[in-house]
């Protein structure tokens, strides 16, 4: 109870059983399974702004690219279960029995050798948090270490992003091209295209969601989080106190990667398919304004900038085919005008006063001691005495 204490504060709790609830109750008993599993892949994308939160919030690195983490993930995954559905008996049709269709479609004859290893779902598993992680760590310690940042890290990102769209596209006869891979079907011989299946993936991305948030707030609670906000906001004073700031960037950075990559093998797994439009530049946008909605400096907020903003993109795409995209700008320059800060910025504003208060109403009824100031939705504390 100890460790839970200094893990999160009275509010960040509350917030956090608050998230559960809505993940865990409300969301399952009040929609169709074709809705939850809507709003299911809805939170893989939390995965990402969560990253982000860490990444650009407090670290002050914008990547425009995690896309590209996202997608990496996906295809991992992806791979793995198309093998699984490319039997030599599933595709016996087929010229070449016993590989994915659309590479007997581009004339291929044999699995390529990069292919091979995903026949292991062991190895997949560790491809979707290596594989991302030594990326990230590359293209860092090429940026980083020659103290490239802000908008020139954001570009070079974008960038990368729009080369490995490129790549896939092109490649079609190793990555699906442009229709990606499609028609996964079983995980270990479980049918992933079920109700019940559907049910229990969404649970699944519930779970791993909330474990996210843990390990998101034990990094910023830590020593290495003090020192993220530091390097954010006085750089060259971290510099100066001996502490190595590229290494710092790279960790974070690394870190938002793998969280992405995650969100994009549950990805593919609730939706059962993997593209490059997940890849590229437009989706790594929108995963930004996901983390500037619910508010850069909240990992609580990012899930429900996420959900907002998607509910939004459906329900006007839905009523409004042709206004839905001045719909979603609408609600952008929202954010930007209105409540910068995003909907966290709006929670400490006009409800964290009364839900403190509420908090030491509770404990003077018990035993008089000291309350907390009222945090952010980050962990931030302001300073404000206790009433």
């Not at 979707?128 to 020659?146: D, H, N, Q, S, T």
């Not at 998101?216 to 971290?238: M, T």
């Not at 059962?272 to 400096?297: K, N």
């Amino acid at each position: 109870m100890t460790h839970v204490k200094s893990l999160l504060s009275r509010q960040e709790l509350i917030g956090l059983l608050f998230v559960a609830a809505l993940i865990f109750v409300l969301m399952p008993l009040s929609m169709d399974i074709f809705r939850l599993n809507l709003f299911g892949k809805y939170l893989t994308y939390a995965f990402v702004a969560i990253g982000l939160v860490l990444c650009w919030g407090k670290g002050g690195i914008l990547s425009l690219g995690q896309g590209v983490f996202f997608g990496l993930g996906g295809y991992c995954m992806a791979m793995y279960l198309k093998l699984e559905a490319s039997t030599p008996e599933a595709t016996a049709i087929q010229s070449t029995p016993g590989i994915p269709d659309f590479m007997d479609w581009n004339q291929i004859t044999s699995l390529p050798w990069f292919w091979e290893p995903f026949n292991s779902l062991t190895f997949t598993l560790l491809a979707i948090i290596v594989l991302p992680a030594l990326f990230a760590f590359v293209i860092g310690a090429a940026m980083f270490k020659r103290r490239v940042g802000g908008v020139y890290f954001a570009i070079i990102t974008q960038a990368i992003a729009a080369i490995l769209t490129i790549l896939i596209i092109g490649q079609q006869g190793y990555t699906g091209g442009v229709n990606g891979i499609t028609d996964l079907r079983t995980l270990k011989g479980w049918d992933i295209r079920t109700d019940e299946a559907k049910y229990v993936l969404y649970y699944v991305n519930g779970g791993l969601l909330i474990a996210v948030l843990l390990l998101s707030q034990f990094v910023l609670k830590s020593k290495l989080g003090r020192l993220l906000v530091a390097v954010r906001d006085k750089e060259d004073r971290v510099r100066f106190s001996g502490y190595d700031v590229s290494n710092i960037k790279i960790f974070v950075f690394c870190f938002a990667a793998v969280l992405s990559a995650i969100g994009g093998a549950m990805f593919t797994l609730q939706v059962g398919f993997m593209s490059p439009s997940f890849v590229g530049i437009v989706p790594s946008i929108e995963m930004v304004i996901f983390c500037a909605v619910g508010g850069r400096l909240s990992i609580f907020g990012a899930v429900y900038g996420t959900l907002l903003v998607n509910w939004a993109k459906t329900t006007f795409s839905e009523t409004f085919p042709e206004l839905w995209l001045f719909g979603l700008g609408g609600l952008f320059i929202a954010v930007v005008l209105v409540f910068p800060n995003g909907l966290s910025g709006l929670y400490r504003t006009y409800l964290a006063p009364h839900v403190d208060r509420l908090i030491s109403r509770g404990n003077s009824g018990n035993r008089l001691e000291p309350v907390s100031p009222p945090p952010d939705l980050d962990g931030d504390a302001t300073a404000k005495p206790a009433e």
